[in-house]
């Protein structure tokens, strides 16, 4: 008789780690460039790039993830803490992808743009400049 495990979700720390290499890689930057607290609007990610983060770290965690992450949380560590609570809910079943629900307050085109499928800048609340 075997006992079936569930496989131990990633730790903040390995989040953070993943996020970093994943940056520095994408950027061409050295992974100690990288800083956790710093807006990834410092690292000037395209809304291209901050699409594909998602995606990639959707393939990794086996999580849906909201398309605006990196505006919901604008740095490694903000991602990292909101990732570890989505794996955390996931494993009891209660999982929100919103964030702090500002979306909800977006016109369409507004949505649109930063999606980048219009290529426009979108004021992202608590940044000091819009993400292209």
């Known amino acids: ?20 290499d994943w940056i520095a890689r994408e950027i061409g930057m050295p992974r100690a460039e990288v800083d956790t607290g710093k807006s990834l609007l410092n690292y000037s990610l395209s809304s291209v790039t901050a699409m594909m983060l998602v995606g990639d770290l959707e393939e990794w965690l086996g999580l849906t993830l909201p398309p605006t992450l990196a505006w919901d949380y604008p740095s490694i560590a903000e991602i990292a803490g909101f990732l570890v609570g989505q794996l955390a809910a996931g494993a009891s079943g209660t999982v929100s992808i919103d964030g702090d629900g500002w979306v909800d307050g977006l016109s369409d085109a507004e949505v649109d743009a930063l999606l980048g499928r219009m290529g426009g800048a979108v004021p992202i609340p608590g940044a000091s400049a819009p993400m292209a």
């Open 1 to 20: 008789m075997s006992i079936e495990t569930q496989p131990q979700a990633p730790t903040r720390e390995a989040i953070e780690t993943w996020l970093i």
